[in-house]
């Protein structure tokens, strides 16, 4: 990364706390990962404002102070075992593994963005990360579950029963709930007894998840 690069950098962070985010973990991982790698070329310029981007197949990477909301909610720990829905751009994949995951899965419906993530990924990184196709709301996505953190990169009218399941005791999940501009952002505990909690935060802005893999992108 050049000098300017880095500066850069430090000043989109410190635009971010003046935005309100507060959260020193998440700042520094922000600052360490550069927002346009992922960004697609023609957007890149557009990375370090606080706005969403265009993906490939009808897909959005989320405003950064949504990005750190979510993330800040999600309170991941170092060593956590993480199961995050929609890949997307891989950006927050890798702003996941600088906060201290110790292994993800992440699950994206569109084979193309899938393999951008990849490509775009540092290959230590590619080590922890394990990107797979398919639909990450099909039960089948979280295998035996045990993670301690789930992370839905996207809004759901309700949040499926066997998502909460896939959750270790005192596991943590955050995501967006509701629909349109009505969504807000939700975090569901597991107690050591198995039993959930489930509270809403602030409205999100988030794009909608769509069930299915798609076969055609």
Same mark, same amino acid.
């Given at each position: 990364?050049?000098?300017?690069? /880095? @500066?850069?950098? +430090?000043?989109?962070?410190?635009?971010?706390?003046? &935005?309100?985010? !507060?959260?020193?973990?998440?700042?520094?991982?922000?600052?360490?990962?550069?927002?346009?790698?992922?960004?697609?070329?023609?957007?890149?310029?557009?990375?370090?404002?606080?706005?969403?981007?265009?993906?490939?197949?009808?897909?959005?990477? /989320?405003?950064?102070? @949504?990005?750190?909301?979510?993330?800040?909610?999600?309170? %991941?720990?170092?060593?956590?075992? $993480?199961?995050?829905?929609?890949?997307? *751009?891989?950006? %927050?994949?890798?702003?996941?593994?600088?906060?201290?995951?110790? /292994?993800?899965?992440?699950?994206? !419906?569109?084979?193309? &963005?899938?393999?951008?993530?990849?490509?775009?990924?540092?290959?230590?990184? !590619?080590?922890?990360?394990?990107?797979?196709?398919?639909?990450?709301?099909?039960?089948?996505? *979280?295998?035996?579950?045990?993670?301690?953190?789930?992370?839905?990169?996207?809004?759901?009218?309700?949040?499926?029963?066997?998502?909460?399941?896939?959750? +270790?005791?005192?596991?943590?999940? @955050?995501?967006?709930?509701?629909?349109? +501009?009505?969504?807000?952002?939700? %975090?569901?505990?597991?107690?050591?007894?198995?039993?959930?909690?489930?509270?809403?935060?602030?409205? &999100?802005?988030?794009?909608?998840?769509?069930?299915? !893999?798609?076969? $055609?992108?």
């Amino acid at each position: 990364m050049t000098l300017e690069g /880095s @500066v850069e950098d +430090a000043a989109f962070v410190m635009a971010l706390r003046g &935005l309100g985010v !507060r959260d020193t973990d998440t700042l520094r991982a922000m600052e360490r990962v550069p927002r346009a790698r992922f960004a697609p070329r023609e957007h890149r310029d557009l990375a370090r404002r606080d706005i969403a981007l265009p993906l490939p197949c009808g897909q959005t990477m /989320s405003a950064p102070t @949504v990005v750190a909301a979510m993330l800040t909610a999600l309170k %991941v720990r170092p060593g956590a075992r $993480i199961l995050e829905i929609g890949t997307g *751009s891989g950006y %927050v994949t890798t702003l996941l593994i600088r906060l201290g995951a110790a /292994s993800i899965l992440s699950v994206e !419906r569109y084979a193309t &963005l899938a393999e951008d993530a990849v490509s775009a990924l540092d290959p230590e990184d !590619r080590v922890v990360a394990r990107v797979e196709v398919g639909d990450g709301l099909d039960p089948a996505s *979280s295998g035996e579950g045990g993670f301690d953190r789930i992370l839905v990169n996207g809004t759901l009218p309700a949040l499926p029963v066997h998502l909460a399941a896939a959750l +270790a005791p005192g596991g943590r999940l @955050v995501g967006g709930l509701g629909q349109g +501009a009505g969504s807000r952002l939700v %975090v569901v505990e597991r107690d050591r007894d198995g039993g959930t909690t489930e509270a809403l935060g602030d409205p &999100l802005r988030l794009a909608p998840l769509t069930h299915g !893999r798609a076969f $055609i992108l």
